[in-house]
């Protein structure tokens, strides 16, 4: 009987998400989302995504699409879920559901290492930010008084802007832009302050996805529990 009824939930489970889920990522954040040198989709978020896939039982598509585009696909049926180290702000609540977040991040702001004219957030007067378009970190920007914001549709187009002095300053997430100061011993960071948002989270279109949305928040406390999580964090190098 046991058996049984064992057999029996975990064909519920597998029948409730029958098709494929299709992840929405903008695929070029990393270490949370981007191709590597075989153009495969990796990161921290993707196989975080597979981690919560086998402890909640459903099959899973990614498609890559610009960040700005993820919240519209998401409303119009294009895609099931976001996973793209998405903050979770409240202008954002309006419009989607959030699993619990899982992770935490600060924002960084980059400028270039010979620029000495920028020391303090006093400084950024009639300068022009580079920012992700859609990202938490525009939100912020735009409440510095005085700036030009210039967002982008790719985080390196930002940072390739502020190597060629298009825009004096980057602001960024800290967990990405300590990576690009590794690799751009050119770059600098001169500030950090927590994130205007509640930390990463993955979306879903509102009031649609109770259920799978407490499966996800399930699996992330197991994958924390069994060590999973830990090992991803040391993986990607965010711990």
């Not at 989709?41 to 990614?62: P, W």
């Not at 993820?70 to 959030?98: N, Q, W």
């Not at 977040?101 to 400084?123: C, G, M, P, Q, V």
């Amino acid at each position: 009987m046991k058996i049984f009824k064992f057999i029996l939930l975990t064909f519920f489970c597998i029948s409730a998400y029958a098709k494929p889920l299709i992840i929405g990522t903008d695929g070029v954040y990393p270490p949370f989302d981007y191709r590597d040198e075989n153009s495969t989709l990796v990161g921290f978020d993707v196989d975080l995504i597979d981690a919560i896939s086998k402890k909640a039982g459903f099959e899973y598509e990614f498609i890559v699409m610009g960040f700005d585009g993820l919240i519209p696909a998401l409303k119009t049926g294009k895609i099931d879920i976001i996973a793209s180290a998405m903050s979770v702000t409240s202008e954002r609540e309006k419009a989607v559901d959030f699993s619990d977040n899982y992770f935490l991040t600060e924002n960084l702001y980059l400028k270039r290492a010979d620029n000495t004219s920028i020391k303090s957030l006093n400084d950024l007067k009639g300068k022009k930010i580079g920012v992700l378009l859609g990202s938490a970190q525009e939100f912020s920007a735009r409440k510095i008084a005085g700036v030009n914001v210039i967002p982008t549709k790719e985080i390196f187009t930002s940072i390739l802007a502020l190597k060629n002095g298009k825009v004096d300053v980057v602001l960024v997430d800290n967990s990405i832009g300590y990576g690009f100061l590794k690799k751009n011993t050119d770059l600098a960071w001169f500030h950090k302050q927590i994130d205007d948002g509640d930390g990463f989270a993955f979306a879903f279109d509102k009031g649609k996805f109770k259920d799978l949305i407490t499966k996800f928040n399930t699996a992330l406390k197991e994958i924390k529990a069994d060590g999973t999580y830990d090992k991803l964090l040391e993986k990607y190098e965010l711990k």
